[in-house]
Nanobody, 127 residues
Framework: QVPLVESGGGLVQAGGSLRLSCAAS????????MGWFRQAPGKEREFVAA????????FYADSVKGRFTISRDNAKNTLYLQMNSLKPEDTAVYYC????????????????????WGQGTQVTVSS
C-alpha cells in the first residue's frame, strides 16, 4: 500500500493559481510513476498530467497544457501540480495516483494503469 494524501485545493478566481501537493508514504516513492486526474460534478474522472518515475518525463492533457506543471520531489516523497491561469472549467476534485514499479521509465495516462489513489482535494475556480 502507498497512502497518498492530497492538499492545496481551494477557491480561486479565474486567472489565479494554485499548487496541489500529494504526499506519499514509503521509501520507494521514486520508483513509482505518478499522475493527476480530476472529476468535475456530473462528469467522469479524466486524466490531467503524468510523470515517469526515474527520468521525470511528463505528459499533459490538451486542456491543461501550457497552464499546469507536474513535478515531483523524491527526497520529500511528494508530487506537485502547479496550476496557473485557472479557468472555471478547471473546477473539480483533483486526485493523485501512483503506479507500483514494474520496470521501465514510463508515464501512464489511464486510470486502470494506476494502483493507488488519494482521497482528492477540491479545486473551485470562480468566474
Amino acid at each position: 500500500q502507498v497512502p497518498l494524501v492530497e492538499s492545496g485545493g481551494g477557491l480561486v478566481q479565474a486567472g489565479g493559481s494554485l499548487r496541489l501537493s500529494c504526499a506519499a508514504s514509503g521509501r520507494t516513492f521514486s520508483n513509482y510513476a505518478m499522475g493527476w486526474f480530476r472529476q468535475a460534478p456530473g462528469k467522469e474522472r479524466e486524466f490531467v498530467a503524468a510523470i515517469s518515475s526515474i527520468g521525470g518525463t511528463t505528459f499533459y492533457a490538451d486542456s491543461v497544457k501550457g497552464r499546469f506543471t507536474i513535478s515531483r520531489d523524491n527526497a520529500k516523497n511528494t508530487l506537485y501540480l502547479q496550476m496557473n491561469s485557472l479557468k472555471p472549467e478547471d473546477t473539480a476534485v483533483y486526485y493523485c495516483a501512483a503506479r507500483a514499479p514494474r520496470g521501465g521509465d514510463y508515464y501512464y495516462l489511464t486510470q486502470k494503469e494506476y494502483d493507488y489513489w488519494g482521497q482528492g482535494t477540491q479545486v473551485t475556480v470562480s468566474s
